[in-house]
């Protein structure tokens, strides 16, 4: 199963495994998503299934939109990705324009990657954006002890030039980026409510868009234990 649906961050709550311990969760109302669009190598050069999350009022919408998701047989939808099926385990032709794909798809996971937008910060100092420890702060010292020190050393590959070297680690605009959060633990699925509860913390605000796939990349124990329960 390669393909990712996208889903909503609830936010953050607790549950209790058998031996009573505490486990920190994420709670996500994944789904339902809907077909909108089948890209094959004939029609667009390439394999690509595209799909649909979110109910939105026609006149908050676009009529190219609304004509779009109408070609397969739903209502205009607030999101919409494309996600290449090239290495996907699912096949194309399983798939068909309108079906719905709810969080039943990994009922057999045991491993997922969450990605999200984490929160915007806004403008941050070098300290808190990249944990710099500061100057120091004992007698002799300016008033400037958060500042992130010389820069003068990353000028150019010789020491010097006209400008600071690119991905110098400076103050500037913190957050709002796309982040992965890869191999988290599935604690539990209902599939009533279409909700998947994942270990730890997730990317983004509560009642954001999160897109959640099969976890990839996996350690060696975590990859064997995956097989076992894909193959259960």
């Known amino acids: 199963m390669g393909l990712t649906l996208m889903g909503t961050k609830l936010g953050m709550t607790r549950v209790f495994d058998a031996d009573g311990h505490s486990v920190p969760v994420t ?11 089948l890209k094959t190598e004939e029609t667009d050069g390439y394999t690509a299934v595209q799909i649909a999350y979110g109910e939105v009022k026609p006149r908050n919408s676009t009529m190219q939109i609304i004509g779009h998701d109408a070609k397969a047989g739903a209502s205009a939808k607030r999101h919409h990705r494309e996600f290449c099926a090239c290495d996907s385990k699912i096949d194309l032709g399983e798939l068909a324009l309108g079906q719905t794909l709810d969080i039943s798809l990994f009922e057999k996971c045991a ?17 808190k954006r990249h944990n710099f420890k500061g ?11 958060r500042s992130p020190g010389s820069i003068g050393g990353h000028s150019a590959n010789l020491g010097t030039g006209p400008k600071v070297k690119k991905g110098k680690r400076m103050a500037g605009h913190m957050g709002d980026d796309r982040v992965t ?3 988290l633990d599935v604690i ?11 270990k730890g913390p997730v990317p983004g605000a509560n009642k954001g868009l999160v897109e959640v796939r099969e976890g990839r990349r996996l ?14």
């Open 27 to 37: 709670v996500i109302a994944l789904g339902p998503c809907v077909v909108t669009q």
């Open 135 to 145: 100057l120091c702060a004992s007698h002799g010292t300016e008033r400037k002890h």
């Open 219 to 232: 350690y060696k124990s975590k990859g064997v234990k995956q097989k076992e329960t894909l193959g259960a």
């Open 181 to 183: 959060m890869r191999s």
């Open 188 to 198: 539990r699925i209902d599939k009533e409510q279409g909700l998947m509860l994942v």
């Open 111 to 127: 491993y997922v990657d969450v990605t999200g937008t984490s929160k915007g910060k806004g403008f941050a100092g070098g300290m």
